[in-house]
C-alpha cells in the first residue's frame, strides 16, 4: 500500500485484500460498484465486493496477510466461508468496508466463480 494515505484508493485496498486471498491460496475476483466503475460504469459506493474462497485453516494467516490496518472479525469470516455466506472486514485508515461474498457449494455457484476472470495485484 502507498505509505501516503492521500494517495490510497479502493483500488488498492482491493489488491491488499486479493494479495492476502492469494498469500493462503485462494482465489477471488472483484464486483460491484469497483469492478463497474473499472469498466466504465461509474457507481458511487464506498464499499468494495469480493468474491473468494479461502482454503480451510487458512482464516487466521488470511487475517495476518491482511495487516493491522485491516479488522478483521475471524469467527464472522469462518462462518461465511462454510455456509457460502458473507462477511465483512475492514481497511481501518480510511473506514473502507470490504464485503467478502464466498462460494457456494451448488454447482451453480462454482460455474458462476469459475467463469469470472481473476485480477492480479499489481506489485
Known sequence: MPSDLGTIDALDVALAVARAVEAVGGEYF???SL??????????????????RLPPGTLRAFA???????EVDLDMVRDAMLR???????????????????????????SEFSANPRVTPRA
Not at 469492478?35 to 457507481?43: C, D, F, I, Y
Not at 496477510?65 to 485491516?70: I, Q, R
Not at 475492514?90 to 461474498?101: E, G, I, M, R, S
Open 30 to 32: 472483484v464486483g460491484g
Open 35 to 52: 469492478a463497474s466503475s473499472l469498466q466504465g460504469e461509474p457507481r458511487a459506493t464506498n464499499d468494495i465486493d469480493m468474491v473468494v
Open 64 to 70: 495476518e496477510a491482511l495487516g493491522g490496518d485491516f
Open 84 to 110: 457460502g455466506g458473507s462477511c465483512n472486514v475492514f481497511y481501518l485508515p480510511l473506514l473502507t468496508k470490504v464485503d467478502l461474498f464466498a462460494v457456494g457449494a451448488e454447482p451453480f455457484d462454482e
